[in-house]
């Protein structure tokens, strides 16, 4: 969603790859911004884990988005570009897809109707984080804004964080994420959500888009999985879990373990919700999440190991 009352001087909040490419599209047209996002670092649902084992194992896993395929034109030719810096590669993987009832693979995608995967190298982050280093882009991490409010008589916008803080006063604000109006920014952090839906009735539509969660869950094995012939499939006639995706075959990644990243489907991660509400999961929910999702994985009997490293992320 955009706001632009005028140029120079703009805002944006998320360091996503929308923010990002947003971001450093104004800057390389002469606008001086700055970027906000709540996490840690750049990615959004495009970010990538590092996780280190008891025996200081560095782990890695994209335990969002696991790549991404282009159709439109214009992204292509952006996405040419990453590619060309070696900011992106092609997955060139073969994805199929497992029945939970005959526990048998029953489809694999035809080599030559195949579309273009492409992933962030070495992670799904490597995009965002690229682009929040562009000259003209300011980048601030574990900032969450809390309220824009337009000054009529200055005609800027002063930004206020989560906690209170003065973030400064702007020309033009772009907000990339729907929860800028959203009741679920309520329900997440207890405060109004940003935006005064009186300033932008027509945003009214964002409240609909619905929201689609899932949990993940990041495994590591010592050796590859024999009976899995696919680095990528979907599962059907499961209630539990929707993808897997095993990370280690994609390029740029290191080799030294297998790792997989298994996805649940929308509808267990809403049962878990309604069971332990909207706010950052527990320790307990994650362990619980975890468990019931490795046990429908070594309920396939694809002859899966005991993993090495097992953590799940909502
Ligand atoms: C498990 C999973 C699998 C997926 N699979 C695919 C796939 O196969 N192919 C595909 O194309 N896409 C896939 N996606 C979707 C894809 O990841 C997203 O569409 C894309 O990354 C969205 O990018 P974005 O920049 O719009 O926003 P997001 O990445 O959603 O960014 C949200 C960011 O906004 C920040 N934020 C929110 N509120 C505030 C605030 N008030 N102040 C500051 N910062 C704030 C958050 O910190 C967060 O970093 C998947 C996503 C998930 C989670």
Redo the contacts with the bound molecule.
């Keep these: 969603m955009v706001v632009f009352p005028s140029f120079f001087n703009i805002k944006s909040?998320?360091?996503?790859?929308?923010?990002a490419v947003c971001a450093t599209t104004l800057a390389r047209n002469g606008i001086s911004v700055t970027l906000?996002?709540?996490?840690r670092g750049p990615g959004?649902?495009?970010s990538q884990r590092r996780e280190i084992t008891e025996d200081g194992k560095e782990l890695l896993f994209d335990h969002?988005?696991?790549?991404?395929?282009v159709t439109n034109p214009d992204v292509l030719s952006v996405v040419a570009e990453w590619e060309s810096s070696g900011l992106v590669a092609e997955w060139k993987i073969n994805l199929g897809s497992f029945d939970c009832f005959s526990n048998k693979f029953v489809n694999f995608e035809h080599q030559e109707r195949r579309s273009k995967k492409y992933v962030g190298v070495p992670g799904m982050n490597s995009i965002c984080k690229t682009l929040c280093h562009e000259p003209g882009v300011e980048s601030k991490f574990n900032?969450?804004?809390?309220k824009f409010e337009w000054l009529e008589n200055e005609n800027l916008w002063l930004l206020t964080g989560?906690d209170g803080q003065n973030l400064g006063h702007f020309k033009g604000v772009v907000a990339?994420?729907k929860?800028i109006v959203s009741p679920r920014f309520t329900e997440i952090t207890g405060q109004l959500p940003?935006l005064d839906l009186s300033l932008a009735p027509e945003l009214v539509k964002l409240q609909n888009i619905p929201v689609n969660p899932?949990f993940?869950l990041m495994l590591a094995f010592t050796d590859p999985l024999p009976m899995v012939p696919a680095k990528g499939f979907s599962f059907t006639n499961s209630k539990v879990l929707s993808w897997a995706y095993c990370e280690s075959s994609k390029p740029g990644r290191s080799s030294t373990s297998e790792r997989w990243v298994l996805?649940s489907t929308m509808e267990y991660a809403k049962d878990v919700i309604a069971q332990t509400g909207l706010q950052k999961p527990s320790r307990e929910t994650l362990s619980k999440v975890g468990n019931e999702m490795l046990q429908e994985f070594l309920g396939t009997g694809l002859s899966i190991p005991q993993p090495f490293f097992k953590k799940a992320h909502r």
């Design positions: 909040f998320k360091l996503t790859v929308s923010g906000f996002d709540s996490a959004g649902r495009m969002g988005a696991p790549y991404f395929t900032v969450g804004v809390g989560l990339s994420d929860n940003p899932c993940a996805h």
